[in-house]
């Protein structure tokens, strides 16, 4: 089992950066493939990006190609959501995912473990 704490949300103006942090903790991070998924108000859980085991895998919805990295750090148990050039409708919760298999999906019904979320706030 892992616990998820995701940190870095906050209040930017349209084309502003945030960087998300989510740090694991519990089992071995590096057995997990690991996701970024967003809701907001009244909409569902939208896949964002994900991330293999390594780091040497990447995938992401087609409309935050070019400017949302997914990335992680395995020494650090710790995986990243680097956002540039946000736009008010990138406004929503971020969470982090968790399965313990090497390679990631985009359905969140494939994820075991959840964070409990963090808020960005993009502003025109």
Do not use: H
Request: hydrophobic share 35%; charged share 15%; glycine share 10%.
């Amino acid at each position: 089992q892992v616990q998820l704490v995701e940190s870095g949300g906050g209040l930017v103006q349209a084309g502003g950066s945030l960087r998300l942090s989510c740090a694991a903790s519990g089992r071995t991070f590096s057995i997990y493939s690991m996701g970024w998924f967003r809701q907001a108000p009244g909409k569902e859980r939208q896949f964002v990006a994900a991330i293999n085991w390594s780091g040497s895998s990447t995938a992401y919805v087609d409309s935050m190609k070019g400017r949302f990295t997914i990335s992680r750090d395995n020494a650090k148990n710790t995986l990243y959501l680097q956002m540039n050039s946000l736009k008010p409708e990138d406004t929503a919760v971020y969470y982090c995912a968790a399965r313990p298999f090497k390679e990631p999906v985009v359905r969140n019904t494939g994820y075991d473990y959840w964070g409990q979320g963090t808020q960005v706030t993009v502003s025109s």
